[in-house]
């Protein structure tokens, strides 16, 4: 079997690549001479979410565009209550969260850890990556996400397998 020194492990946070992880802490764990290079191709995305205020105002419920602070006036339905709104942009598939939690996972190890942002195409960019680090394995997670495109064009993985300069794992 050929010596691995240098490991790359593409991560993104999603499932396979959870499992990507726990199969590289399986390799390292009794081999502190392994280089992990962990690395996330850049695809942050944002979505504008309307989200309700929770912020409860003291001020007096408007009854017709007028207070109706100081006299009693029969309870008006949630529905009619103003309630504000506003947009939200949430991000996901953020780099940062990812390194993080690869990070809290990785930490226990005894091993040299890098991080690398990576841009453009996920398999073309991972396997060039690989290429410029030296690699000696790749440890890529699988994603059962199924389509057309998929069947036709093959997944992320499959290209990785069909492109690098190394051995491939994919972990399932």
């Known amino acids: 079997m050929a010596e691995i020194k240098n490991i790359v492990?593409?991560?993104?946070?999603?499932?396979?690549?959870?499992?990507?992880?726990?199969?590289?802490?399986?390799?390292?764990?009794?081999?502190?001479?392994?280089?992990?290079?962990v690395a996330n191709v850049y695809e942050e995305k944002m979505r504008n979410e309307a989200v309700e205020s929770t912020n409860e105002?003291?001020?007096?419920?408007?009854?017709?565009?007028?207070?109706?602070d100081g006299i009693q006036v029969p309870p008006l339905a949630f529905e009619q209550r103003s309630v504000p709104?506003?947009?939200?942009?949430l991000l996901s598939k953020s780099t940062d969260q990812a390194f993080f939690n690869a990070r809290s996972e990785l930490e226990s190890l005894n091993i040299d850890v890098e991080y690398s942002i990576l841009e453009g195409n996920p398999a073309e960019s991972i396997s060039e990556y690989a290429g410029e680090v030296n690699a000696d394995l790749i440890i890529i997670g699988y994603s059962a996400n199924e389509g057309i495109k998929r069947k036709l064009l093959g997944g992320v993985s499959q290209k990785v397998v069909n492109n690098a300069p190394c051995h491939v794992m994919i972990a399932k």
Do not use: C, M, Q, V
């Open 57 to 68: 105002s003291i001020d007096p419920l408007p009854i017709n565009n007028y207070p109706a």
């Open 85 to 89: 709104k506003s947009e939200h942009a």
């Open 9 to 37: 492990l593409a991560y993104d946070d999603s499932k396979g690549s959870k499992k990507a992880l726990e199969l590289a802490k399986d390799l390292t764990r009794n081999f502190p001479e392994i280089k992990l290079f």
